[in-house]
């Protein structure tokens, strides 16, 4: 296992962080999500290589992120933000009542939404040196963490989220749950990743979603520049494994015990804000965005 914080979700707070100097995508967030992707960006990196993220200009970052991984990938880190708190809002209009985030990284979505929904019960899971820093940060800022926001370290591929949630009593079983898993399952392996949502079925029997983003096709099969950064990347133990396409998710979920219920792939997020000139180069299929609910 890797001994320092996640280079991956530093890589997603540095892109966000970059287009929050943008204008044009200064709405799409709120002013407190801006500063905390800033936040971590600047203080999170612990490594040479996360500061030499974490400082290139954000014009050169969102250059490099684009040329090294899929054309509109910084943009994508901002697109699936937006997907996720329009979700986590419908989730609560409609009764949820507690928001699980697996690999939470240096996002905040879910200390904004404790924030805003004082009745959610959040609980955060990351591994723990990526936690540890994220604690951190948020000491250095002064940013309270509210008190229906719980952090949980764990490494999901070594204890299963049953074990885990059970030996922490952090959720409730039965309130209604939306989980959210933002840049997360390419990470584990197929077996794993069927392990989760079954254990997410077992764990929370009554009302459930999950928002989820998965590649479409795996990054050892990309342009030779992804597969370089993915081949450094799993050094770090942050290599892709899993993915699946957007036509064949119904099927992979449905025997997990959810149905699908919305599907948005990589193309048609980027088309919600960007106009075609724009997203010409953009790929249709790379990390799509689903939202399952419990059958
Ligand atoms: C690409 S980052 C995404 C972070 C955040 N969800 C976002 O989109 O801004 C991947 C996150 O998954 C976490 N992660 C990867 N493998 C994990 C595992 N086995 N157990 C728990 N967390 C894991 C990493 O620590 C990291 O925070």
């Not at 992120?65 to 708190?85: C, D, N, Q, S």
């Not at 949820?96 to 019960?121: I, K």
């Not at 079954?198 to 342009?223: H, K, Q």
């Not at 699946?244 to 099927?251: E, L, T």
């Amino acid at each position: 296992m890797t001994t320092s914080a996640s280079l991956t979700a530093l890589v997603v707070a540095a892109g966000v962080s970059g287009l929050g100097a943008v204008p044009r995508w200064r709405g799409l967030l709120d002013e407190e999500a801006w500063a905390l992707a800033d936040a971590f960006r600047r203080l999170a990196p612990e490594t040479p290589a996360a500061h030499a993220i974490a400082h290139l200009p954000a014009p050169l970052l969102v250059g490099l992120l684009e040329t090294i991984f899929v054309p509109g990938m910084a943009h994508h880190y901002l697109f699936r933000k937006r997907l996720i708190e329009d979700e986590v809002r419908r989730a609560v209009a409609r009764g949820a009542r507690q928001l699980l985030v697996l690999g939470g990284g240096f996002d905040g979505a879910g200390l904004r939404m404790a924030r805003c929904f004082p009745e959610l019960t959040v609980v955060e899971v990351d591994l723990p040196r990526t936690q540890a820093r994220k604690r951190h940060v948020l000491m250095e800022i002064g940013h309270p963490i509210p008190r229906n926001c719980r952090f949980v370290a764990a490494d999901l591929s070594r204890q299963t989220l049953d074990d885990l949630l059970a030996s922490t009593g952090a959720t409730r079983p039965e309130l209604p749950t939306l989980v959210v898993i933002e840049g997360v399952l390419m990470y584990l392996e197929e077996p794993d990743v069927r392990a989760l949502f079954t254990s997410l079925r077992r764990i929370f029997p009554g009302e459930l979603s999950v928002v989820f983003g998965a590649i479409a096709v795996p990054d050892a099969e990309g342009p030779l520049g992804l597969r370089l950064v993915n081949r450094l990347l799993a050094l770090g133990d942050e290599g892709t494994a899993w993915c699946c396409p957007s036509h064949r998710m119904a099927a992979f979920v449905a025997p997990l015990g959810y149905t699908l219920a919305r599907s948005v792939t990589y193309g048609a997020l980027q088309r919600e804000h960007r106009s075609p000139a724009e997203t010409r180069r953009v790929p249709e299929e790379d990390e799509n965005y689903y939202v399952v609910t419990g059958a």
